[in-house]
């Protein structure tokens, strides 16, 4: 993670607490769905995908940053991953997405960050994807850059995020463990009413319904009524948007991306990014008329890969069938439902532009709540 520090770290030093010192939702107990993470329960479990952050936090208003997913290490324009882009709620800024949805695939990692800064992503991918080697001759290239709005915590109209922040978190990603919570495209963002940022979970299938993964990731930026594994949360702490004049705003964003090692192709993908928007509505979010809650699904299977120069007229590739595909829907609900709570698990109290704060969910008063309900067993 690349962080840009002009204040002393006592004053942020919440935001910059390394991954395992933070607990995540499995950590105290709480497991949402009936279907298995997997080894990390992370977007990382999905064989290749690789993530990366750059963390941007200096003086009193600058809280924002870049957060890069790369669905395999290699040359993604001359070999591109089928795909799809689905619009929960469209008053967002997600470039590429008609290309995505027109050709069903995509040729770029993907990049968020926040709204402003939604051209310099792509002005840095297709530096990135240029300068790949092989793509000496390419002119045109979709670059996929989603956002969320952090202008609450963040000096959004300084637009602070620069091409040598995207290419760090593009060129230091990795496998392994993801860093959650303010980290990234999420250091500046707010969901719920308290502290939202990067979350990530993962669900893997039993051999029985063909062993595949699901990854998740999603940038939480959003409003509604915060419920965690169904306890309602936000009605039993009185917070929850409406409910007063600071919680009138439920306006944000988030996105999701969702990666699996299955077989499919575009029309199917389309379909589990779909369900993703049942995973954000299981944890009380409602998609307000100004967020843009979008998700992007992918699949990293090597068998359905396309290539820029096919050497045939005809595609024969495996793809499996729709039947088979309703399992993968259950765990693209279940991981986008962890990876938005893991999200507020992991953030912590922000304060940021003009003197603005969120706060971070307050695990005191959450925990003997998820006991009460017995979603936590005593």
């Not at 496998?175 to 959650?180: F, I, L, T």
């Not at 940038?219 to 009605?235: A, C, M, R, S």
């Amino acid at each position: 993670m690349t962080v840009k520090i002009a204040i002393i770290i006592l004053l942020i030093g919440p935001c910059l607490l390394k991954a395992q010192e933070k607990k995540r939702l499995r950590d105290y107990g709480v497991k949402i769905g009936v279907m298995q993470p997997g080894k990390l329960n992370a977007i990382t479990d999905v064989p290749g995908v690789k993530v990366g952050h750059t963390t941007l936090i200096s003086g009193d208003s600058v809280r924002t940053g870049v957060t890069a997913i790369l669905p395999y290490d290699g040359n993604i324009f001359q070999l591109k991953v089928p795909a799809a882009a689905y619009a929960g709620n469209g008053f967002g800024k997600l470039a590429g997405s008609t290309q995505i949805n027109e050709l069903g695939n995509i040729e770029t990692p993907i990049v968020l960050t926040n709204t402003l800064n939604v051209s310099t992503g792509i002005d840095a991918l297709i530096d990135y994807t240029l300068n790949k080697e092989g793509n000496e001759k390419v002119l045109s290239i979709n670059a996929v850059v989603g956002e969320t709005n952090d202008g609450v915590l963040n000096d959004i109209r300084g637009r602070h995020v620069t091409k040598a922040d995207v290419l760090a978190a593009l060129n230091n990603a990795t496998s392994g463990v993801v860093e959650e919570g303010c980290v990234g495209a999420g250091t500046g963002t707010i969901c719920f009413g308290f502290k939202g940022g990067i979350g990530t979970a993962s669900r893997k299938l039993p051999a029985s319904l063909g062993g595949y993964t699901v990854g998740v990731l999603a940038q939480t930026n959003f409003g509604g009524e915060l419920e965690v594994d169904g306890v309602p949360i936000g009605k039993e702490l009185e917070k929850f948007n409406f409910s007063n004049e600071l919680l009138n705003n439920v306006d944000g964003s988030c996105m999701i991306i969702v990666a699996t090692d299955a077989p499919l192709d575009a029309r199917n993908l389309m379909r589990i990014a779909k369900r993703a928007m049942l995973g954000l509505g299981k944890t009380g979010g409602i998609a307000s008329n100004g967020s843009g809650d979008y998700a992007i699904a992918f699949s990293t299977n090597e068998e359905v890969r396309i290539p820029y120069k096919p050497t045939k007229k005809v595609m024969y590739v495996p793809v499996l069938q729709n039947d088979d595909a309703s399992p993968l829907f259950m765990a693209t609900i279940e991981a986008t439902e962890e990876a938005i709570l893991n999200s507020l698990f992991a953030a912590k109290t922000t304060t940021g532009f003009n003197g603005k704060k969120a706060e971070a969910l307050p695990l005191d008063k959450v925990i003997p709540l998820l006991k009460k309900y017995n979603s936590i067993k005593q």
